[in-house]
């Protein structure tokens, strides 16, 4: 099996993080990985915001649970409580946040980009979890959000977000289905 291939089979999120930082040069990495995703029409519209800034993590981690409570997220609460998460990001040093404005294929870009940061970080010997709980930190309607925090401008929206590190505690790749394909 080739390289690329066992990044794909292999990647799991990872939920439990050590402490030590991601070094400069593994960001340096994951930069090129977030810039080099493909985009509808190669607009290059995603915009990524990498956060090492333990209080501003925090901060979100702090909002997302209080607008859960707020909407009375039992949902939400409950799997952040079955994970056993008090931190939305599981203690991931490094989160990355990928914003845009709004066109036809953003939510898409964003996807692809988040996923070329996944495979990235666990070619570099990391872990990573996608995050899209967050995204209740950055309504632009909800008084209070943290939007100007990020960066982001009128107009521009938070996508998806990805927590990276190194594991402290991995899993194994999902199960998958074969029956989810069909060949003509
Ligand atoms: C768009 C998207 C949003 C996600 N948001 C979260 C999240 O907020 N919190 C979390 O713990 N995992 C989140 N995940 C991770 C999924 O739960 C995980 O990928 C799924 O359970 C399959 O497990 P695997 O990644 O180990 O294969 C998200 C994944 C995707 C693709």
Redesign the pocket.
């Known amino acids: 099996m080739n390289d690329t291939m066992r990044s794909i089979l292999e990647?799991?999120?990872t939920?439990s993080y050590t402490h030590e930082a991601v070094s400069s040069e593994m960001i340096e990495d994951l930069k090129k990985a977030a810039l080099a995703a493909p985009t509808a029409t190669n607009k290059q519209e995603n915009r990524f915001v990498f956060v090492t800034d333990k209080d501003l993590l925090a901060k979100i981690n702090t909002k997302v649970y209080e607008a859960m409570a707020a909407e009375s997220d039992s949902n939400g609460l409950a799997r952040l409580k079955q994970?056993k998460a008090e931190d939305?990001f599981?203690g991931a040093p490094l989160v990355i946040f990928i914003y845009s404005q709004d066109s036809r294929y953003a939510i898409m870009d964003a996807?692809i980009a988040v996923q070329n940061l996944a495979l990235a970080a666990h070619s570099l010997g990391l872990g990573s979890?996608?995050?899209?709980?967050?995204r209740r930190a950055f309504r632009s309607n909800d008084e209070g959000n943290l939007r100007s925090e990020l960066g982001f401008a009128e107009g521009e929206y938070f996508r998806?977000a990805i927590g990276i590190g190194h594991i402290a505690r991995g899993?194994k790749?999902?199960r998958f289905n074969y029956a989810h394909i069909r060949e003509i």
């Open positions: 990647r799991s999120s939920r994970r939305i599981y996807g979890c996608i995050n899209g709980m967050c998806v899993k790749p999902h």
